[in-house]
């Protein structure tokens, strides 16, 4: 499984990105797709993750501000990201779980003013 990620950029506080991921190769076994992310200095930590049976899960930091959503016949994964704070800058990564875990590479996200 490939994933392959995009969106990132530089924005100022209280504005919004959206971040896709497409997936290619295998991705029959794939069942959750989500977003984590890597601050400077600090541990990767679960932003946002989806089942293909719809359930979702937020970390408790971005819940009513980020949604994450699918599009299982574009095999995409999409992070909606609104009223972006300075403590969301961190490298953001794509990752799939379906057996094993797979991963894309990151996305900058920058939020300052």
């Known amino acids: 499984v490939q994933l392959q990620a995009s969106g990132g950029g530089w924005v100022q506080p209280g504005w919004s990105l959206r971040l896709s991921c497409a997936a290619s190769?295998?991705?029959?076994?794939?069942?959750?797709m989500g977003w984590y992310r890597q601050a400077p200095g600090k541990q990767r930590e679960l932003v946002a993750r989806?089942?293909?049976?719809?359930?979702?899960r937020y970390a408790d930091s971005v819940k009513g501000r980020f949604t994450i959503s699918r599009d299982n016949a574009k095999n995409m994964v999409y992070l909606q990201m609104n009223s972006l704070k300075p403590e969301d800058t961190a490298v953001y990564y794509c990752?799939?779980?379906?057996?094993?875990?797979?991963w894309g590479q990151g996305t900058q996200v920058t939020v300052s003013s």
């Open positions: 990752y799939a779980e379906g057996g094993l875990a797979y």
């Open positions: 190769g295998s991705i029959s076994s794939i069942n959750v």
């Open positions: 989806s089942t293909s049976g719809g359930s979702t």
